[in-house]
Structures are given as structure tokens and as C-alpha cells.
């Protein structure tokens, strides 16, 4: 009798750590109940990386991070893991943004839970968003299978 099969979903966002905020709490909240329903978790973030898929800490821009090793690092943890699903909370830029295009890639169905918009209130992180919201976040809202929004607010 074979068993049956469990859908594996990696869970990303930046961050993980509830005492961050809010998005981080209700990333967890959900997390808990996705076994409930059959669901088989792994985690990608920055700061909750559970060691059997490393990812190269990031060099910090602010709130968000980055690491010119993160599309090799995201490519070995989809190819090891082998994700039915993607199940990602966009806080801030970049982990998500680049495991999502590397996802389509691969043709795995990422269900994208949008937190908040990039914005800032000093002229450089102001130009910043002007540019990701042209850019990189309209990119990656067409390669996603489904939006979740926290707010009307931040649809496109």
C-alpha cells in the first residue's frame, strides 16, 4: 500500500521572526494550519534558514537584504526541495521577488501574499519604489498563479 502523496509547499519571506511585525505573525499563523490539511512545509527566509537548505545571509539595504549568491542558493533549494507550491509573504525586496522568477521558471505555482507596497519616506527610498513598482514588482505579479492582498489598497 503505497501512502499518499503530501503537496510540499516552501513558505518564503524575508523574514520569518514574529517579533518583526505583523506580516511575519500572520505568515506563521497560516503556516501552522497548512499541515492540518495535508501540507508538508519548508521554510526560506532570511533569518529562519533550517540549516538543510542554507541561504547565503544577506548584505542589508535597509529593511529589505540581498546577496549576489541568492539565485544560485534559491535554484539548489527548488531543485532539492521540488516544491508542489509556493507560498510567498512580500514584505520587502528581494528573496521572494527572485525565488518567484525562479519558480516560473520551473513552472511551480506560487500563491503570492502581498503585505504591503514598497514605498519609503526619504527621496532615495521614494526613487527606489518608483522604479521596483515599474519594474521588478509588476514582473513578478505576472508570473504568479495567485494574489493575495492584505489591503484593496495594494492591488494592482
Excluded at 538543510?52 to 526541495?81: C, E, F, Y
Excluded at 519604489?129 to 505579479?141: F, K, Q, T
Aim: aromatic fraction near 8%; hydrophobic fraction near 40%.
Amino acid at each position: 500500500m503505497t501512502r499518499a502523496h503530501r503537496p510540499t509547499v516552501l513558505v518564503v519571506s524575508q523574514y520569518a521572526a514574529v517579533d518583526r511585525g505583523g506580516a511575519e505573525r500572520y505568515r506563521q499563523e497560516v503556516s501552522k494550519r497548512l499541515p492540518d490539511y495535508g501540507f508538508t512545509l519548508v521554510d526560506l527566509s532570511v533569518d529562519a534558514s533550517d540549516g538543510i537548505h542554507p541561504l547565503t545571509p544577506p548584505i542589508r539595504l535597509s529593511s529589505a537584504g540581498l546577496h549576489w549568491r541568492w539565485p544560485r542558493d534559491i535554484a539548489t533549494i527548488l531543485d532539492r526541495v521540488a516544491p508542489d507550491l509556493i507560498y510567498a509573504h512580500a514584505t520587502v525586496p528581494f528573496l521572494v521577488e527572485l525565488t518567484t522568477l525562479a519558480a516560473h521558471r520551473r513552472g511551480i505555482p506560487v500563491c503570492l501574499m502581498h503585505h504591503s507596497a514598497v514605498t519609503g519616506p526619504d527621496p532615495l527610498r521614494r526613487s527606489f519604489a518608483w522604479v521596483y513598482n515599474r519594474s521588478l514588482g509588476p514582473m513578478v505579479v505576472r508570473r504568479i498563479s495567485e494574489l493575495c492582498v492584505a489591503s484593496l489598497d495594494y492591488a494592482w
